[in-house]
């Protein structure tokens, strides 16, 4: 599974800087290549309010792209900016999966809890930076403060406190960090597992423990794919994200990370754009 998923097509526009380039030489007559990194780059400094998907195709200059954005009318209803910043990706999907949280039984979160267990344990032997229990605390505890508002709110009221919570950058950082430490841990405990996946290794990059320090704890670092499978196999949250590029293939790319065999568990679905997440929601 880890291997059909990291040779997907779907990465190798992320590949190299040598992709981009070729890219951007490609797409050179109609000068939207850097259009598409601006657009990405949505300016906001928290997490907005939904919008109707009819909004989407307006953010794109390239035709492709706004033919691509058109075509998810079909499925889909709305979309959430997030910060255009390098945690865009972490972001998205802790949010989507806490907005889901209101609609499932709190086995879901026991079931959460229990999957990052092992967790500290691998921390302790890999001797990786900072402090894996205050985050961890930080963690746990906003997830049961997800459980007892959902417990006292509506649905609707759950999902507005939520979004309120999530303007908290301070609190909210934690969390994030929190997402980006797993990450850092699932690589390096299963690096036989990702190594080759890892073009850096090998290439004045000494070891798994080094490239995470570089690439995957600081905060400004941009989510690679071995990171999305990283997080969602420590988490065994199904995510589902759908791409929208400058390649001229007319059928939307969309990709299953993960998928759990319980049916119960929230699905993450995000919206991809060249160096950017979003979250984007299902037609009810």
């Given amino acids: 599974m880890y291997n059909q998923i990291l040779e997907a097509p779907f990465w190798s526009h992320e590949a190299s800087d040598a992709v981009r380039a070729s890219w951007r030489d490609e797409y050179e007559a109609c000068d939207d290549f850097s259009m598409v990194l601006q657009t990405s780059q949505n300016g906001c400094r928290k997490i907005l309010q939904k919008e109707p998907l009819s909004s989407l195709p307006h953010e794109f200059e390239n035709e492709i792209m706004k033919d691509k954005a058109k075509k998810l009318l079909a499925n889909y209803s709305e979309y959430r900016k997030v910060p255009g910043d390098g945690s865009c990706f972490y972001r998205s999907f802790i949010y989507s999966y806490l907005e889901q949280l209101v609609k499932v039984s709190h086995e879901e979160e026991l079931r959460l809890l229990g999957a990052l267990e092992p967790m500290w344990e691998k921390f ?21 403060e997800c459980m ?11 999902q507005e406190w939520l979004f309120q919570e999530s303007q908290n950058e301070q609190k ?12 850092a841990i699932e690589i390096c405990t299963e690096v036989e597992t990702f190594k080759s996946y890892i073009t850096e290794l090998g290439q004045g990059m000494p070891d798994a423990i080094g ?19 990283a997080l969602t196999n420590v988490l065994q949250v199904p995510l589902r994200v759908v791409n929208i590029d400058v390649s001229p293939i007319e059928e939307l790319n969309i990709h299953i990370i993960y998928e759990s065999p319980d049916s119960s568990v929230p699905t993450v679905t995000l919206l991809y754009r060249p160096g950017h997440y979003d979250i984007i929601y ?3």
Avoid: M, W
Avoid at 148 to 158: A, W
Avoid at 173 to 183: D, H
């Fill in 124 to 144: 302790q032997r890999l001797h990786l930076p900072g402090s894996y229990s205050d985050l961890h605390d930080a963690f746990v505890g906003f997830i049961l």
């Fill in 211 to 229: 490239y995470c320090l570089e690439e995957v704890l600081p905060v400004e670092e941009d989510a690679q794919q071995v990171n999305l499978t």
């Fill in 282 to 284: 299902e037609k009810s």
């Fill in 148 to 158: 007892e508002q959902k417990q006292k709110l509506s649905v609707r009221g759950y």
């Fill in 172 to 183: 909210f950082a934690n969390i994030l960090l929190y997402l980006r430490l797993v990450t």
